[in-house]
Nanobody, 115 residues
Framework: QVQLVESGGGLVQPGGPLRLSCAAS????????MAWYRQAPGKEHDLVAT???????YYADAMKGRFTISSDNTKNTVYLQMNSLQHEVPAVYYC?????????WGQGTQVTVSA
């Protein structure tokens, strides 16, 4: 059974960076298109970024130029480098395949931007 464990969230000041990690059990990172999502309270999961097996990336418009998704197949880990965090509403960030699989949602990691 695949397990995805997100980490790296926290409280960050406006303009600051934050790096999220998603450790996966098994080898889905190198065999699947992976993605980061975020969920604000009372909202659906919104797609943030995706990365394919060959390293091709996609970003939601609001994240282009500020966020970078990457993966390390040797560590079965996906990363999300977030820079210039300014107007993001507090949200829980999750990784999953894209499209997401219901059984793969983990605990997520909370990100709050506040002075």
């Amino acid at each position: 059974q695949v397990q995805l464990v997100e980490s790296g969230g926290g409280l960050v000041q406006p303009g600051g960076p934050l790096r999220l990690s998603c450790a996966a059990s098994g080898s889905i990172v190198k065999s699947s298109r992976m993605a980061w999502y975020r969920q604000a309270p009372g909202k659906e999961h919104d797609l943030v970024a995706t990365i394919t097996q060959d390293g091709s990336t996609y970003y939601a418009d609001a994240m282009k130029g500020r966020f970078t998704i990457s993966s390390d197949n040797t560590k079965n880990t996906v990363y999300l480098q977030m820079n210039s965090l300014q107007h993001e509403v507090p949200a829980v960030y999750y990784c999953n395949e894209h499209p997401p699989l219901v059984n793969y949602w983990g605990q997520g990691t909370q990100v709050t931007v506040s002075a």
